[in-house]
């Protein structure tokens, strides 16, 4: 008699018919992730239209500031149950195994085609249930957002239900990119209603996702500049915060900033600002040039990239290791991948190219820029990921350059044409 072959865990992803979330477990452990963080991360909630009260199967949309935004969307809104979508690779980490299964999560291979996620949120839909997603894709870098993956105004219209939002504010500031310490302080969340069906009938795909990235966008550092909430950063606002902001706005180096504690300054020159409990950034003596807040700062450093990348000869390479995930167990503490190879990782106007070795052997791969229009980031900005033929890629960089690659791999794809493109809003404020 045959034996069995062993599925992997992307077969088993891949067969699984994903249910509505079971109704009283979903509530049971909602209202006690409500008792849990509501007063911690000090939540408030409004209510611009109560989706409580919607009947009809829909779709809850949010713009993602944390990796805690599942708390800051779900809990408002019980007892609504909602499948939400998370990231393929997700799905491979042990720590999570338990809760996505008992809740259904759906998973999604972000920045790339994922036809299986489709057919899943149409059986949901078509059962009665709801479903929420996060169209940015991943949670904020910058503290500000990112602009709607490619397909969400389609998707959107596809569907043909209502539309509903959570709009947070001050997530990013309770979970920077930059560092995996939490620093619990202020979250408000607006919870109202985007789109109803004649709607998504009468506006094109463009149009949706244009108001999605306007209604949407949120600069945390912008809104606390002006509120002044504090956050419990226990001396630590700065710790980390070089590896988002590598380059110095005063002598115009990259990748000399460092950060400990509550201070972020440049190794070269000594330019550097103290960052307080409220994230507000004072200059360490009346020389420094210090922009207004982290974001402004972060989209200096862009424009820098961007200038860059208009030099037809412009080519970045750095040092990687080469991370892909299991085939048959899930990675344990907290990982996000299994180190196989290690090599260089170039990008140039043509894409971006890998040369190095894989499980012990040469390997190679080319993906061109209008494949790689934006990346993942599954922690911090310690490492990141694309896909490859369909593959989950990780590369750790070697050094604390992982902004700078990630800066130049989406304006590479902009300069090119590329359907993502920045915020209509930015380009018309920089004409």
């Known amino acids: 008699m045959a034996t069995k072959e062993k599925l992997t865990i992307d077969q088993k ?22 008792m849990l963080f509501f007063k911690k991360y000090g939540m408030h909630v409004t209510y611009k239209d109560d989706v409580r009260k919607e009947k009809r199967p829909h779709i809850m949309i949010s713009n993602h500031t944390s990796r805690m935004d599942y708390i800051f969307t779900g809990t408002p809104i019980l007892p609504n149950t909602y499948n939400f979508v998370a990231g393929y690779n997700e ?104 789109f109803e069906v004649e709607d998504l009938e009468r506006l094109s795909a463009e149009q949706i996702e244009d108001i999605l990235n306007d209604k949407l966008y949120q600069d945390d550092y912008k809104w606390n500049k002006i509120h002044k909430y504090k956050y419990k950063t226990n001396g630590k606002a700065a710790d980390g915060l070089h590896t988002l902001l590598f380059w110095c706005p005063k002598c115009g180096k990259q990748l000399t900033m460092t950060s400990e504690g509550n201070v972020i300054k440049c190794t070269s020159c000594g330019n550097g600002a103290t960052v307080d409990e409220t994230y507000a950034m004072t200059p360490l003596n009346s020389d420094c040039v210090i922009p207004e807040t982290q974001t402004t700062w972060f989209n200096m450093q862009r ?53 190095g070795t894989r499980n012990g052997e040469h390997y190679t791969f080319h993906l061109n820029s209008s494949e790689v229009p934006t990346m993942g980031m599954c922690t911090d900005i310690s490492r990141f990921y694309t896909f490859v033929n369909g593959k989950f890629t990780e590369f750790y960089p070697t050094t604390p350059c992982t902004e700078k690659f990630f800066l130049s791999v989406e304006e590479v794809h902009r300069a090119n044409g590329g359907k993502w493109q920045d915020f209509k809003f930015n380009k018309e404020n920089k004409q």
């Open 13 to 34: 992803l891949k067969q699984k018919q994903i249910k509505k979330p079971p109704y009283v477990i979903y509530n049971v452990l909602g209202r006690i992730w409500k």
């Open 91 to 194: 799905f491979f980490r042990s720590h999570l195994k338990g809760v996505f299964s008992l809740l259904q999560i759906i998973p999604k291979k972000n920045f790339t085609p994922d036809f299986y996620t489709i057919k899943e949120v149409s059986r949901i839909i078509k059962n009665g249930g709801n479903v929420a997603i996060y169209p940015e894709g991943m949670n904020s870098i910058s503290g500000a957002n990112q602009p709607v993956a490619i397909g969400t105004g389609k998707f959107l219209k596809h569907f043909k239900v209502p539309v509903y939002y959570s709009y947070i504010q001050g997530g990013h500031l309770t979970c920077p990119k930059y560092t995996l310490d939490e620093k619990p302080g202020r979250v408000d969340v607006t919870i109202g209603k985007m």
């Open 303 to 355: 424009d820098v990239i961007k200038k860059e990348v208009s030099d037809p000869n412009f080519s970045y390479t750095i040092d990687v290791k080469l991370g892909e995930l299991p085939d048959y167990e899930p990675l344990k503490d907290q990982k996000t991948s299994e180190i196989v190879g290690e090599g260089k990782l170039t990008v140039d106007l043509s894409g971006m190219t890998y040369d």
